[in-house]
């Protein structure tokens, strides 16, 4: 249990502390109301691994006085925390259990909301499972009785015993297949399932028949355990199936409802966005979306463009100066000229790109279902064939019959049916515990193909967010009050040191807000300025280029706090690691064009693109796309979003915006980017595996199918056959467990050329 | 022959009650952290029932 001592990491972690954690507004709207004042978080905790961790955070969230109940789920790496609305009549901040788990050492984000909400269909499918497997194993029991050699009215007390219970089963557990196949015959297609609703309808009904006339041979331990196997495929399967998603109303989400629209006479009227006309004239206050494209009319104040750029560093912007829709008005009050109705703004535009963008998603076919395609005629032709050839040879329509059906049961895709969702499973499990999370079983076999990945700069090469890098040599009351002066503000370097700090005492007095220079408050002590050099000192100074802030009393210099967007871990090393894979690799950024070069320089990445708005990095897609490359598109941003759905496939840190992560096939949780090769090695390996699976499943049907074509296969050779294929698919997807490296868990050591290692011998 | 009328209706409960607990096993959620459940075993807390 000693594996992760929480002291060892605390040391590494206290200087980011609070970076990345969700907001408070973020966090209310998320949890959900368990009524009496209670509500429930659901945080994702990648780092949680063992014993001592969930006795760690169950420990540290109970301690907390507002925490009702908090539990650790170790499988999903998450823990749920019941935490009551109000204490003491003060409304709870939900952030601080988020900042408790932080404080312990582990990160914690929030999962989009409804991503794994109460699965019914798989709850049925296990049940379904459950039943099939009862039944089957009850018919087993019975089976080798006649097999071992029953006679007359024993073998038909026990074949009569096997109907009865496999009749129910059919209809229970087969329901899937039979809705499935239903609805493929009746819009005129053919699927997997109408090969497994015709074999198991026809071979029961011989066996009934059988068992009527006093026959020997009945096939109900066949029928139930092939749809046992499928049904084991089938659940399998719908795990890995990829959920709807809402990338686009969580967009939609961003953008304001209306806003104050001020007429000639100086009245105030508030209007939703739709009715707003370029020319009019809007008042935005701090904190606001600009909810229409526009031109500042009057006053100054820090944008978060982030939307439009990718970049989280605000932008000062005084009159004259264009705004776009989506943007985040941080420090000051604007005026703004509208330019743009609301649906040709930015935001609009975004919105329609990720309607557009199609992208590998809805063009990819998966490989079961191609399989299925050439699969299920070849099987109902085959076993058509050998009835009529039967009906030559000998004209018994009875003997016919029995070979067509032990063909069909023999033919039925069992193997064929777990040999690609095994695969996934296994797959996507070792992918989760390297702190991947995939959506989708298919992206792993589109991830499987790319050759080249194009990822974004901000947010992805690097953290993108401001960090404190010198608290340390900061005095701790220095920081304290910085850190109380800088929660009156939303601009990004103030709450870095808002959430580098452990305690904000309030500050008491008279605060305000300088937009585009600092926070300025008249207290006892006299004033404090925190905020740029020449706010809060009064002189220009020595400009350093890199982002700093300093905290004054009266134009004395009390402190500098100085940030900087530090690479994301292993950025250079992942990078080789895609050129060893024998992938391309590209930046696509927003950010100015010597930014990017630098930061291409600094990873070893040649190809980059600057300045890209949104749609930019659709067409780059695109026409990488048309170029007859598969693109892997890794970014986090909402300026990403469109490019993620475009691109074959993609993938998103955890820190993305909610837009991102919902737009993405695969969210990594952990911060290092070494989880892009990782995830690209195993999807390969996965694919490997399942194409030799099919190989194996195909094997099987050329020494299985002359027997029954022949009219050599018993029921007892037919359930050995399938048993035994089945298995031998299963643990050859087993071979993935053994063979992947635990990346996650090497990353944690901070070696980086040994984290890298396991990947590296596998290409 | 005769015993066949107690023993097969015996094993069909005997199947029965382990597919009645595999369903309510599964409807209680005892399946929903199964990693987790292996180490809460080790876990000696302080004996205590939990607050509420």
């Known amino acids: 249990m000693s594996c992760c001592a929480p002291g060892t990491e605390m040391a590494l972690e206290i200087d980011r502390a609070g970076q990345g954690l969700p907001t408070s507004e973020e966090l209310w709207l998320t949890s959900r109301s368990l009524g009496g004042g209670l509500r429930q978080t659901d945080l994702s905790v990648p780092g949680v691994h063992c014993g001592a961790c969930i006795a760690t955070l169950e420990g540290a969230l109970k301690a907390r006085p507002e925490v009702e109940r908090a539990r650790v789920n170790l499988s999903s790496r998450r823990v749920s925390v019941v935490w009551k609305e109000e204490l003491d009549g003060a409304r709870t901040d939900p952030r601080e259990l988020a900042r408790t788990i932080r404080a312990r050492g582990y990160e914690t984000h929030l999962f989009a909301p409804g991503e794994e909400d109460g699965d019914q269909t798989l709850k049925q499918l296990v049940r379904a499972v459950a039943v099939a497997g009862f039944a089957s194993a009850n018919i087993m029991l019975l089976s080798v009785s006649v097999w071992s050699g029953a006679e007359a009215a024993t073998r038909d007390l026990f074949h009569w015993i096997s109907a009865l219970i496999a009749a129910p089963t059919l209809v229970y557990s087969g329901r899937f297949f039979y809705a499935s196949a239903w609805n493929a015959l009746k819009h005129g297609r053919t699927n997997m399932d109408v090969p497994i609703a015709l074999a198991i309808t026809l071979s029961f009904s011989i066996s009934l028949y059988e068992t009527i006339t006093h026959g020997t041979h009945a096939w109900f331990d066949g029928t139930v355990m092939l749809l046992f196997f499928l049904l084991i495929g089938r659940t399998l399967d719908h795990m890995m199936r990829g959920r709807a998603r809402s990338a686009i109303s969580s967009l939609a989400r961003l953008s304001p409802r209306g806003a104050m629209v001020l007429d000639a006479d100086g009245g105030r009227e508030y209007r939703p966005v739709d009715e707003i006309k370029p020319g009019e004239r809007l008042a935005i206050s701090a904190g606001e979306r600009i909810p229409v494209d526009g031109r500042i009319l009057v006053g100054a104040s820090d944008l978060d463009r982030s939307i439009v750029n990718g970049e989280s560093a605000p932008a000062p912007v005084k009159a004259g100066d264009s705004v776009e829709a989506g943007t985040l008005n941080l420090t000051g009050p604007v005026t703004i000229e509208a330019t743009a109705a609301a649906r040709d703004s930015l935001l609009a535009e975004i919105m329609g790109l990720m309607e557009a963008a199609e992208g590998g998603r809805a063009r990819y076919r998966r490989i079961a279902d191609r399989a299925a395609q050439y699969y299920s005629p070849a099987v109902h032709l085959l076993a058509l064939m050998s009835f009529i050839g039967w009906m030559f040879v000998n004209g018994d329509f009875h003997h016919a019959m029995l070979v067509a059906v032990a063909v069909l049961i023999i033919t039925c895709p069992c193997a064929l049916g777990l040999a690609v969702p095994v695969v996934q499973v296994i797959a996507a499990g070792r992918l989760f515990q390297n702190g991947v999370m995939v959506k989708d079983g298919s992206a792993m076999e589109r991830l499987a193909e790319i050759d080249t990945v194009l990822l974004d700069k901000t947010g992805t090469l690097t953290a993108g967010e401001p960090r404190l890098v010198n608290g340390q040599d900061i005095q701790p009351s220095v920081l304290a009050t910085a850190a109380g002066l800088a929660a009156y503000s939303r601009h990004p370097l103030a709450m870095a040191i808002h959430d580098a700090a452990t305690v904000a005492p309030v500050v008491s007095g008279e605060i305000r807000e300088i937009p585009g220079a600092g926070i300025e408050a008249r207290t006892e002590a006299g004033i404090y300025r925190l905020g740029s050099r020449a706010f809060a000192c009064g002189d220009a100074g020595e400009a350093s280029g890199q982002s700093e802030t300093i905290l004054s009393l009266d134009g004395r210099d009390l402190g500098c706090f100085r940030f900087e967007d530090r690479l994301r871990p292993f950025a250079r090393e992942s990078i080789e690691e895609l050129g060893r894979l024998g992938l391309s690799t590209g930046i696509l950024s927003g950010d100015r064009e010597p930014v990017v070069a630098a930061l291409a320089c600094r990873v070893g990445i040649n190809s980059f693109k600057a300045e890209l708005t949104p749609r930019g990095k659709v067409d780059e897609c695109a026409a990488a796309a048309e170029g007859g490359h598969r693109v892997l598109m890794v970014g986090d941003g909402i300026n990403d979003a469109p490019a993620l759905r475009a691109a074959h496939v993609s993938m998103a840190p955890a820190t993305a915006a909610d837009v991102g992560r919902q737009a993405a096939d695969f969210v990594f949780l952990h911060q290092g980017l070494n989880a892009v090769p990782m995830a690209i090695d195993t999807s390969r390996r996965a694919g490997r595996l399942i194409r030799q699976n099919f190989a194996l499943a195909i094997g099987y049907n050329v020494i299985a199918v002359p027997i029954a074509i022949l009219g050599y296969a018993t029921p007892l050779i037919a359930a050995v056959a399938m048993s035994t294929s089945s298995v031998i698919v299963v643990a050859n997807a087993l071979r993935l467990r053994a063979a992947t490296g635990n990346v996650a868990e090497e990353a944690r050591d901070g070696q980086a050329p040994a984290a890298l290692r396991p990947v590296g011998n596998a290409s | ?52």
């Open chain 2, 1 to 52: 022959m005769n015993t066949l009328i107690y023993l097969i209706p015996i094993a069909l409960f005997l199947g029965g009650i382990g597919l009645v607990a595999f369903l309510w096993a599964l409807k209680s959620g005892q399946y929903e952290d199964l990693e987790g459940a292996s180490w809460r075993v080790l876990d000696d807390g302080d004996g205590k029932p939990e607050k509420k």
